[in-house]
């Protein structure tokens, strides 16, 4: 009896009949996939699969002015800065913690020297950092609200003036000192304001000349 069903073949005669070919490197399309034969022949170059490759002609780079110093005529001192934010920022964080370094040492020195009824080592330590917190904040917060309000009014005037000099720091001294003292009268207020601006137009020289 015989079958209908088409005749097998041997899969070892089609083996032996069959023929291979390599392909050129580079022959392949672009939009054709990639293949792993491709990237073992190197026939691909694999840093093409990156998605920010071939784009080095055609991105257009930001120009980035956080590190640009400020361009105000007078600027341009020892201690460079990128504006008003600059010198409000880190001139009142400066200010605070030398403020608060000073009163520190200020109330060290107060607190060993404090006479005691009793002589006791741990009331000693017990003044000590009592007289520490009390004139460290003191001081610190003191610094910190002149630094604050002199950097506010020191960019104002500069900003009016169109220009950054000893002159302009000077006159926000002033009027920061006086503005602190204000309350308690006026000859304190001129006082001050004269001792803030003495300071600030010292400031201001040293970073000209430095």
């Not at 070919?21 to 392949?28: I, L």
């Amino acid at each position: 009896m015989q079958s209908d069903s088409a005749p097998t073949q041997d899969p070892s005669a089609v083996l032996r009949n069959a023929t291979f070919a390599q392909s050129p490197a580079g022959s392949s399309s672009p939009d054709a996939p990639v293949t792993a034969n491709d990237l073992l022949l190197g026939a691909y170059d694999p840093a093409k699969l990156h998605p920010m490759a071939g784009l080095e002609d055609k991105l257009d780079y930001l120009l980035l002015e956080d590190d640009m110093t400020s361009d105000l005529p007078g600027s341009g001192t020892a201690i460079p800065s990128r504006g008003w934010s600059d010198d409000l920022c880190y001139g009142t964080g400066t200010m605070y913690l030398s403020g608060l370094a000073l009163g520190g040492i200020w109330g060290l020195r107060e607190g060993a020297r404090r006479p005691l009824a009793v002589s006791n080592a741990r009331l000693r330590i017990n003044s000590i950092l009592n007289s520490v917190t009390r004139r460290g904040t003191f001081i610190g917060n003191s610094a910190g609200v002149l630094a604050l309000v002199y950097n506010g009014i020191n960019s104002t005037i500069d900003a009016v003036r169109e220009k950054h000099d000893t002159a302009g720091s000077m006159a926000a001294g002033f009027l920061t000192g006086a503005l602190y003292r204000s309350t308690a009268g006026v000859r304190p207020a001129i006082a001050a304001g004269a001792f803030v601006s003495g300071l600030a137009g010292v400031w201001g020289y040293v970073k000209r000349r430095v």
